[in-house]
């Protein structure tokens, strides 16, 4: 028996806010198990379709990377049992399944790495701040961003190695605190 969605009024905000916030990892774990680009749309779409439909059985507070991820997972299974005669599509169960335990451990690492980054990056001071929104969020050239600061471009340069030494010394102190256990 196929299960009913969930009534759109209900849950269709928390589906949306929770898939676009994962959406770029589901890619990319797709793509990583599948060999054919257009085989991981394919896949993708699929594996969207079927969260929506089995949204009503997600639990929320829980894991949503991970109830994707074990839908991706079927998907992708089921797409190489259904092309396993051709020659690329060999890999087995078991190796997907170590793959895609790799990924979500990594992911889990990159989730941290990002909060710290974030974190890190709101307690630099309002100067620095604003050269790290030009040059990575707005992608502004270094000339423009010493026009808009009143340094050098090579001022530019060495304060832009200052601040990511300083932010890579952030990130590395509260990764390392997030995933140290404590002692009693």
Not at 27 to 53: F, G, P
Not at 110 to 118: E, I, P, V
Not at 154 to 162: E, F, T
Request: hydrophobic share 40%; aromatic share 8%; glycine share 2%.
């Amino acid at each position: 028996m196929d299960p009913t969605p969930p009534d759109p009024g209900d849950a269709m905000d928390p589906f949306l806010r929770l898939l676009a916030q994962n959406e770029q990892w589901l890619a990319t774990y797709v793509h990583s198990l599948v060999n054919r680009s257009a085989d991981a749309d394919d896949i993708l779409q699929e594996c969207k379709l079927t969260m929506w439909k089995h949204f009503s059985s997600f639990k929320t507070g829980t894991h949503f990377r991970a109830w994707a991820r074990t839908i991706a997972t079927h998907q992708v299974l089921n797409y190489r049992r259904a092309v396993k005669r051709l020659p690329d599509a060999a890999l087995e169960e078991s190796f997907i399944q170590a793959v895609a335990s790799e990924i979500d451990r990594r992911a889990e690492q990159l989730d941290l790495r990002t909060d710290a980054l974030r974190r890190c990056v709101q307690q630099l001071p309002e100067p620095y701040r604003r050269i790290v929104v030009w040059r990575y969020y707005e992608e502004a050239e270094i000339d423009a961003i010493a026009a808009k600061s009143h340094r050098t471009p090579a001022a530019v340069y060495r304060l832009l190695s200052r601040i990511r030494k300083l932010l890579n010394d952030c990130v590395s102190q509260k990764v390392g605190l997030a995933t140290t256990p404590s002692t009693v």
